[in-house]
Structures are given as structure tokens and as C-alpha cells.
């Protein structure tokens, strides 16, 4: 789910899509920028792609489950 409902621009909203797990496993990737996030899932069997509009103290991502999981995160800075 990407859930920008909070936002003041024109396409905010939620969007959803459904994804089976790989033996119970979820992969997911995420690239950032100042102004859109993409989302990379299993491999890129499923992407979703959103502009945002963060404020300049934003410095965080949310991540959500129904229920108990094992998460890893690796976060790389991009040289500009």
C-alpha cells in the first residue's frame, strides 16, 4: 500500500495491490529521492511509483504488517 492521503496535491490517495509471497518470504526494495519513491517487490513482479511532497524535517519511512515479521533494512547514500 502506498498511502499518501495526507498530501495536498492532486493524485494524494491510497493505492493498494495484492502480491503472494515467495515461501512465505517478501522482498522489497525501495529508491528515494527528494521528490518520489518507487517500490520494488519479490524482483519487480510488482512496482509502485508515487511522487511526494515532504516537508523539510521529513526524514522517515513507516512500514506496516498485520502481523509478526523479520525485516533486514540496508540503507545506501547516493554521492550527488
Do not use: W
Not at 529508491?31 to 517487490?41: A, C, I, N, Q, Y
Amino acid at each position: 500500500m502506498l498511502n499518501r492521503s495526507t498530501c495536498e496535491q492532486s493524485d494524494c490517495g491510497i493505492r493498494t495491490a495484492a502480491l503472494p509471497l515467495l515461501e512465505h518470504k517478501l522482498s522489497m526494495r525501495f529508491l528515494l529521492d527528494r521528490t518520489s519513491v518507487e517500490g520494488f517487490f519479490n524482483d519487480g513482479i510488482l512496482t509502485m511509483t508515487g511522487t511526494v511532497y515532504p516537508s523539510e524535517e521529513s526524514n522517515k519511512i513507516e512500514l506496516y504488517s498485520d502481523g509478526l515479521v523479520n525485516v533486514r533494512v540496508v540503507c545506501y547514500q547516493l554521492k550527488v
